[in-house]
């Protein structure tokens, strides 16, 4: 086991006792977190009698630079901060200068993060949305997409990993048929980002929106929206503020609004940023980008190996594909008797997982042998399948 498993296991309070497997709903907070909130205070005492938040503007170049490091694509100007997956999502899409017969191509039944946007687009925009089914037999999910693309297509939006089922999307396939054809690719990263490699610039992905509070290591209320130059020119802020990249001139007697440069994604960031949460989502980046997410997916791939044919040979059912190409560290398992009779005695062996539509087991940077064992041994504890 590399060492640096042991040490990000020592941050994470959730970790101790074992069978932490929660990763794809929350990871609980890190001791770095709290230093690093901690660290925000104090300096803000001090230079509340200096210069005040401007002492702290660095700090949003250093989170971008990270971010850019994380996803090896784009400069700062490509990176503009969010609070949710959402967030990014719904200025992108809401945001985007559609022309009349126009569509947006996603998942019928994709996360609603992805799928709630583009439904109030088509509401208050007039853009018509265009749904792929999920799994449908005989078909590649990719193709599922692409059949559905035509010369009206501008935007498809899809997540990375699907949060119910675990099944992973190849999007660096489906970046080269959009880049191919002029669409733009927004992909909801947060159930991926920080436990596989996902590198928009060269995939042809237009634009990343992704949470910080799961593998990106990072706290509630945290994250970020990539997009590229060609995208954020056809986007115009639904949010509007005075800030470094807007600019309100005086014209005759009235005022006008203007984008210093269209191309700058920050331009959505309205009012003053939420740099406590900037603090915390600064350290977890380092701590992540210090590990390396190659190195993190080359970690889990063999742990999730062993949950899932442990599980298999005591009989579970599971949904999430064994193939590596086809999922990441999120195990689904369909529970045909009490699935919640079967959630509480996992818990009550100290596992920790979802009960959602089913039981979902989620690897975490900093598991070990010794949680997958403690999760198989409570498998095979109990008769309900």
């Known amino acids: ?227 590229c130059d060609e995208l954020a020119r056809h986007i115009t802020p639904i949010f509007v503020s005075y800030n470094d990249y807007t600019e309100l001139k005086s014209e005759g007697e009235g005022r006008t609004l203007v984008f210093k440069e269209e191309a700058d994604i920050r331009k959505l960031e309205s009012g003053t940023v939420d740099f406590l949460a900037l603090s915390v989502m600064k350290k977890s980046l380092e701590v992540l980008t210090g590990i390396g997410v190659e190195n993190i997916e080359a970690h889990i791939a063999p742990l999730y190996e062993k949950l899932y044919l442990g599980l298999e040979a005591l009989g579970y059912d599971i949904v999430t594909p064994f193939a590596r190409e086809k999922r990441a560290h999120a195990l689904a398992v369909r529970i045909a008797g009490d699935q919640d009779a079967i959630y509480a005695h996992f818990r009550s062996c100290g596992i920790a997982l979802t009960n959602a539509k089913h039981i979902r087991f989620g690897i975490p940077a900093f598991a070990t042998e010794a949680d997958i064992d403690m999760a198989l041994q409570a498998a095979a504890k109990t008769e309900i399948r």
Request: aromatic share 12%; net charge negative; charged share 20%.
């Open 1 to 227: 086991m590399e060492d640096w498993v042991l040490s990000l296991r020592s941050h994470f309070p959730a970790a101790q006792g074992g069978g932490y497997l929660n990763a794809a709903y929350d990871l609980g907070g890190a001791d770095f977190m709290a230093e690093a909130a901690q660290g925000f205070f104090s300096e803000w005492k001090q230079a509340a009698r200096g210069s005040g938040r401007a002492h702290f503007a660095p700090l949003k170049s250093e989170t971008r630079q990270l971010v850019n490091k994380l996803l090896q694509s784009g400069e700062e100007h490509n990176v503009c901060f969010t609070h949710n997956t959402n967030e990014g999502i719904t200025m992108a899409v809401m945001g985007f200068d559609y022309r009349e017969g126009d569509n947006i191509v996603t998942f019928r039944y994709d996360f609603p993060s992805v799928v709630a946007p583009c439904l109030n687009a088509a509401r208050l925009r007039g853009v018509e949305v265009r749904f792929a089914p999920f799994e449908q037999e005989g078909m590649d999910d990719v193709d599922a997409i692409t059949v559905l693309c035509d010369a009206h297509t501008r935007l498809v939006v899809v997540s990375q990993l699907r949060s119910v089922s675990g099944w992973r999307l190849d999007v660096e396939r489906l970046g080269a048929f959009c880049r191919e054809r002029g669409i733009f690719l927004i992909v909801d990263a947060t159930q991926c980002i920080g436990t596989l490699p996902l590198y928009p610039e060269a995939w042809g992905i237009s634009a990343v929106s992704a949470a910080g509070y799961k593998s990106m290591l990072s706290a509630i209320g945290t994250g970020f929206f990539y997009c």
